[in-house]
C-alpha cells in the first residue's frame, strides 16, 4: 500500500513568505523550486500531479515536502555540508581568484607558490585548488586573432555560399600551399608501437631540405589534387593552376584561397583573364579557417610527415604522392556540422 504524502497547511505568514520567494528576480532558482512545491502540496495536490506541474521527479517533491513538514521554512535551506569546514573565508578566495588574473611584475604569469607567497598565509595546494575551483589557469594561454577585413562577412557568405549551394555543374576547389615540409632523417629507426611501450623515435634528425606542397580539395567530392616544388612563387603556383586546368577540362572551377600575394601577382591575373571559367573568390583577411583544406593539411601533417622518417626530399614527396592516391580512393567530403545555434565564446 502506497504511504499518503505529508499534508502540508500554511500559515499566513508562511504563505506570504513562499510567494515572496517565487516571485523575486533575486531569488535562487533551487528556493522557488522548493517554494513552488509547497505552495502545490498546500493546495492539495497529489505529489505525481506536482512532479507533472513543475517537471521534476517524485524523490525530490517527497524530500521538500518532508523537510518542510517538520523544519517548516527553516527546512527549505540547504543542509550544512559534511566534512571538515573550510580554513579559508570567501575573502580569501576571492583574493586568489583576483591576483591570478594580474600578472607579477616583471613576469607573464604567477605560479601557484609565487603566487601563495605574495598573498601570504596560505599554502600552495591551497591557491591550487582555489584556481582549480574558479576554472583559471594561468600557465594555459591560447593565441587569437581577429579578422580586420571590412568585407569580411560578404566574402564569408560567399564561401558558405559556394560550399553548401554552389552553382549547377560547379567544382569547388580549395586551393593552398603547405610550405616548408621538412624531408627529417633519423640515425636509428623508429622503435614501432608494441604493448606497454609507444612508438619510440630518436630525437637527433638529419636534414635533406623541404619541399613545398600545393594542393585543391575538390569541396563536394573530397578529392586532393596536389603537386610538390622546390620553390614557392608565383611560378610553381601558376603551374599548378594550369594543372588543375587540364585535371578538370569541364565545368566552371571556382577556387577558394587566401590573400597570399603570389595569388594575386600580375602573372597570376593575366592567365586569368584568359581562363574565364575560373573564378576565384579570397577568404577574407586572417580567415584562411574557412579555406578547407585546411583540414585536409592537418591529416596529411599526422598521417605523414609529423613521425615521418625521410631519406631524401625525393621520398618526401613520393610519399606525399602516394598518400593523396590512396586518399583519393576512399575520399568523402568533409561534412557540414554546424546547425545555426550561437557559437559558445
Known sequence: MARKAVEIQLTEKEHRELKSIVRKDTSEQRMVLRAQIILLAAEGLRNDKIMEKLDVSKPVVVKWRSRFAQDRLE???DAPRPGKPRVYGPEVRIKVAAEACKPPKGQTHWSTRELAKH?????YTTVHRILKAEKIKPHLYKMWKNSSDPDFEIKMMEIVGLYLDPPENAIVLSVDEKTAI???????PNKPVKPNHVEKINHEYIRHGTQSLIAALAVHE???????FDRHSHKEFLIFLKHLAISYPRGELYLIMDNLSMHKHEEIQKWLKRNKRIHIHFTPTYASWLNQIELWFSILA?????????SSKRELV???IEFIKHYNKEAKPFQWTYTGDPLTV
Open 182 to 188: 621538412q624531408a627529417l632523417g633519423r640515425p636509428q
Open 75 to 77: 527546512g527549505l535551506k
Open 318 to 320: 613520393k610519399k606525399i
Open 119 to 123: 598573498i601570504g598565509g596560505i599554502n
Open 222 to 228: 573530397g578529392t586532393v589534387t596536389g603537386q610538390c
Open 302 to 310: 599526422r598521417k605523414i610527415i609529423r613521425r615521418g622518417v625521410f
